[in-house]
């Protein structure tokens, strides 16, 4: 593959131009529409040549006879890694974001899912989010009573990750009960995941060997059976699939498209692809081939992780699109909104 050392700089100077009308039309880019967008003088003739250097190294290619050009994959991926000026969040884009990450009055998976919706709308692309596993280790469990029957059920992790949940109680239920059920849990959970923790709590509850009275067991069992009951597997948000139809501008895009949803649809190909992307720090881009999810779509990926306060990456957040994405205004959008969801968590 060409690298970008290997460009002379009126190369480089053409190229970039080609892909930044690539991005904006999504239609090849001939040789007297690029001598209007060049800060140099050149000729249509001169440009040609460049244009044919540029394809004999795999960076543009002519969708047909006669054409102009548009990148290849390579060509979008040297552009990416080694020519993209990144840009800066608007005021209104950053404000938006911070509204949508706050958790006054939410879990955060709440804000998960808000964060995701928000950048799927900012970005007009689908914005997915992976959120934690649920084998952090647990540190607190408290019961608040909030109506008579009703009860929120408030559990912290090491990783000072927060997550409500409500219960429904025998009615009346005292406090104490309430106190009595969140010590009995605290007393097993802490230090041990909620799946280490069960087995042994329901085997204490069903042999009746603990001293909780009737109502005490019942808010142990059905809180339980609430937190156990979200599963173990890791979880996935996808929002605004629909986003990735409002540009398709002929009926191969149109089945690429089609492609890419019954791949997400199995989730499978995603889960490895952003399990694979937490591994490393920072923005992650990957462009068509790179990945088999995207291989036939010709779709691309820009994720970010996410961590706690003692720096453990638990999830990412990022949107999928065409691969002719802003990428100078999506990176730095999807990066803001991890830092805020890590700044959260901490």
């Known amino acids: 593959m060409t690298k970008l050392q290997e460009l002379d700089k009126r190369s480089r100077e053409v190229f970039r131009h080609i892909v930044d009308a690539y ?9 007297k529409s690029l001598s209007g967008r060049l800060d140099e003088s050149l000729s249509p003739a ?22 102009g050009r548009l990148p290849t994959e390579a060509g979008l991926r040297l552009f990416v890694h080694g020519i993209l000026e990144v840009g800066d969040l608007t005021p209104q884009e950053q404000k938006e974001i911070e509204h949508h990450c706050k958790t006054t009055g939410k879990s955060f998976s709440n804000v998960l899912e808000d964060a995701t919706k928000t950048l799927s709308g900012l970005s007009r692309c689908a914005g997915i989010v992976l959120a934690p596993k649920s084998e952090s ?13 009703r009860v929120l059920v408030v559990l912290i992790t090491e990783d000072g990750l ?11 239920i005292p406090p104490s009960s309430l106190i009595e059920a ?3 849990l605290n007393n097993r959970l802490a230090g041990k995941t909620l799946n280490e923790a069960k087995a042994q709590i ?10 909780l009275n009737l109502l005490s067991s019942k808010v142990v069992e059905e809180g339980l059976a609430v937190w156990a009951g979200k599963g173990t597997a890791t979880s996935l948000i996808i929002r605004g699939q629909s986003n990735l139809l409002q540009d398709v501008r002929h009926i191969q895009e149109l089945d690429r498209i089609r492609t890419l949803f019954e791949a997400l649809d199995t989730q499978k190909e995603l889960l490895e692809l952003l399990d694979a992307s937490i591994a490393a720090e920072g923005v992650q881009i990957f462009i068509g081939s790179e990945s088999s999810l995207f291989q036939l779509s010709g779709c691309s990926l820009i994720v970010s992780p996410y961590s706690t306060d003692n720096g453990r990456i638990v999830g990412a957040i990022g949107v999928i699109g065409p691969a002719r994405l802003n ?13 805020l969801i890590s700044k959260t968590i901490r």
Do not use: C, W
């Open 137 to 149: 280790i647990l540190k607190h469990i408290e019961f608040v009573k909030l109506s008579p029957e």
């Open 182 to 184: 969140g010590n009995y």
């Open 327 to 339: 990428y100078s205004r999506i990176i730095p959008m999807v990066d803001y909104t991890a830092k």
């Open 23 to 31: 991005v904006e039309t999504g239609e090849p880019v001939g040789s």
């Open 202 to 211: 329901l085997g204490e509850l069903e042999d009746n060997k603990t001293q």
């Open 46 to 67: 001169t440009i040609r040549h460049v244009m044919a250097d540029l394809e004999a190294a795999g960076l543009l290619y002519a969708p047909h006879t006669s054409a």
């Open 162 to 172: 927060v997550e409500n949940r409500i219960i429904e109680t025998p009615p009346g």
